[in-house]
């Protein structure tokens, strides 16, 4: 009997893990020093025979019993990365509940524990790691992929921002870009800044406050809490931001920009933060060297189209009117000297050739203009294409003119070829049977809806490649500071709607235009 007391208080001795045996009612009769060690370490209670295990650990019966039951059944069972929390201790356990049996009765559980808190906590922190770098990557590969699309600049550096804050758990952020001839920054892109903030930072000196500093020291910026830096606007303090990151968007080594974002808990951004919103800063201003290029290609699209009409007036126009001051000319020396008949001849060149420059002039402007426009007026052109076309396929029409019909000229061709993308579209893609047209003008506000029976369509699929023409109505409708309003679904029509205000069409022209920083 000696010789077994003697064994079992070897293998208690000897075993590395937590081992302890409880009586059936989670009485402690023994345990080794590890054990010992362990629970004084946690619970801070003394450990003794006699002790109820959940005097030492109170708090976990719900997470053990069911397997201290099952042991008690004559089951061993275990547990890995067995989550326990006991006077607001979180650890966890590898254990091992183990029928005791003696004299083939069974009397108590041995357990047996080793405490895994440490390798637990320790890959837990490495998943969150490896989730914030995954979101991190999949953010900037969002803001790579907005900036290869094609659609407006502004929405891209939106679309942009909000992929940022998503990725560094930021609540607001906002894009300044950089004016060098007015030293001034404008915000382009905001998301989360509360009005009045938004309206202060819509335009700043370049070289004053947080975003002043950035682009002028051309470096980021990383405050764990804004409200203690001297530079921090009053209003800034009021929106309740703490942590704040700002870094300078640059291209060819040129700043062009500010990229913020704010977070309202006092935690700062770690570095893997700041190597995002570096790399997101590149990504944009890569967009915008693109969208810089394509205007200046543009751009030169229009002096070539220029010098090509100032050939044509050079080589039509102006050289009929050179050849109508040397017809007067010579008309005018035979008036003088009485020789009538040769003065009614050359008169007859100059009707002649005036008439020539006419159809000529006449034929530029129609290249600048759609014939059907100038000859009609938007409102009979309209009704030119329903009849000529849509009518003659049998597709019932609707058409109403409400007020009366006043419109610039530009004005007029943005929506006639609204009017012409829709009308195709519901030809070609909707199969529409039935088309409504409705034209109205009250004083300064315009409206044009069209809306048909067809197909429809899925917008989600078509926006952002500018499937449909949707691309080039929008940008006529911004062209001119209009709403444009797509409404649809598939198998229940399409509703486009546009919204303008006169008033604001030559405001619009003159206004803050994005693309004049580029």
Known sequence: MKSAEYRMDIFFQQLPMGTALYDQGLILRRCNPTWID???????????????IYDLFPGIEAAIQPYIDRALAGEMTTANSLRLNSNNNIFYWDASFVPWIEEENLT???????DVTERVLSRQILDRKVID????????????TVAAEPVELKDKLERSLQ?????????????????????????????????????KLRVTSAYVGLSGWIAKQQQPLVLADITADQRTSELVHQSGFRAYVGVPMTTHGRIIGILSVYRRAKRPYSQEDISLLDSVADQIGTAIENTRLHLDNERLLIVKERNRLARELHDAVTQSLYSL?????????????????????????????AQQALREMRLLVH???????EQLGL??????????????????????VVGEIDLPAGVEEALYHIVQESLNNALKHAAATKISLRLQQQGAKVSLTISDNGKGFRLDKLSDSGGLGLTSMHE???SLGGDLEIDTKVGGGSRIQVELDLDQVSEFSDSFNLLDLL
């Open 379 to 400: 409102v009979k052109a309209i009704r030119q294409r329903l009849d000529a076309v849509e009518k003659r396929v049998g597709v019932t029409v609707d058409y109403q």
């Open 163 to 199: 992929h940022v804050l998503a990725a560094v758990h930021a609540q607001a952020g906002a894009i300044q870009l950089l004016d060098r001839r007015s030293e001034t920054l404008f915000l382009v892109a905001h998301q989360g800044l509360v009005p009045t903030l938004a309206n």
């Open 133 to 144: 770098r995954t979101q991190k990557l999949s953010a900037l590969y969002d803001v790579m």
């Open 325 to 353: 001051t040397l017809y007067a000319e010579a008309s005018k020396r035979f008036v003088q000297s009485n020789q009538l008949d040769m003065a009614a001849e050359y008169n007859e060149h100059v009707a002649e050739t």
């Open 367 to 373: 290249n600048l203009r759609p014939s059907v426009l």
């Open 38 to 52: 362990y629970v004084e370490g946690i619970s801070q209670v003394l450990v003794e025979p006699g002790t109820h």
């Open 108 to 114: 108590g559980i041995l357990l047996v524990v080793t």
């Open 476 to 478: 006529r409708v911004d």
